[in-house]
């Protein structure tokens, strides 16, 4: 059975950084892409980042490019997002998903796990 549950939300101040982390079981990690998502209140569900377990093929949102970085931990089967520099507009819901194969993929629908998600709410 595959689960993925979300650690790590809270409330910051704009400018600051939380670490969001996503344990991952039940999974044959080297053949799957784990995701970051959110959304927002009102707002449709948008890609994060996504990192290919098996080659640590990194992508993200243009929103994130220099502020978040995705990573993997072999050892203890996590998906962090490190995030920085955070602005209220980061506000939302992030939800850990993931999905079969190395292709790494923006597309929510392609993602066929996901966890129950983390509140990250940022102050202004």
Request: with cysteine.
């Amino acid at each position: 059975q595959v689960q993925l549950v979300e650690s790590g939300g809270g409330l910051v101040q704009a400018g600051g950084s939380l670490r969001l982390s996503c344990a991952a079981s039940g999974l044959t990690f080297s053949t799957y892409t784990l995701g970051w998502f959110r959304q927002a209140p009102g707002k449709e569900r948008e890609f994060v980042a996504a990192i290919s377990w098996s080659d640590g093929r990194t992508l993200y949102a243009d929103s994130a490019k220099g502020r978040f970085t995705i990573s993997r931990d072999n050892s203890k089967n996590t998906v962090p997002l490190q995030m920085n520099s955070l602005k209220p507009e980061d506000t939302a819901v992030y939800y850990c998903a993931a999905k079969e194969g190395a292709v790494v993929s923006t597309r929510a629908l392609r993602y066929v796990y996901w966890g129950q998600g983390t509140q990250v709410t940022v102050s202004s």
